[in-house]
């Protein structure tokens, strides 16, 4: 939890600042430091792989978090379509994508993902019950109009 406060921090910081042209507000922090750099940036920090402690934090985790929170779905689903490109199985970013189109209300897509994501999972997800429930409560919602 105390990452996620630190991430906003960072986001704060790099949204008002131009962090393409200076990223040494990154380098001179004691707790993070940029790693790597996803070659197809987004916005600002967004787009950079960033250390945390010993934690890594990577664009999929980066995009969970802004279609999670509501911060930017499309720039979200953006980073998880190219995280499906490296791994098209992952139950994870497929939920990741499904909750995203759902967030967007595109129910239908969004239904398609989630189901698939369910039928992927190794072992019970709660969190992908709960987005994969929601969805179909608002399918049946849409059905009975």
Known sequence: MRYLKFIVLLIV??????CEKQN??????TDAQIVGFVTEKCYCCWGWVIKVGTETIKAEQIANFLIKNDLNIIEGLRLIARALKSDPDSYKYIDCKGWGFYKQ???????EFLEKSWELIPVFRYYIYLH????KKAVAGLNNF
Request: charged share 20%; aromatic share 4%.
């Open 13 to 18: 910081i790099f949204s008002l600042t131009n």
């Open 24 to 29: 040494e507000l990154v380098n001179k922090t």
């Open 105 to 111: 209300g595109r129910i239908i897509e969004a239904l």
């Open 132 to 135: 994969l429930d929601a969805t």
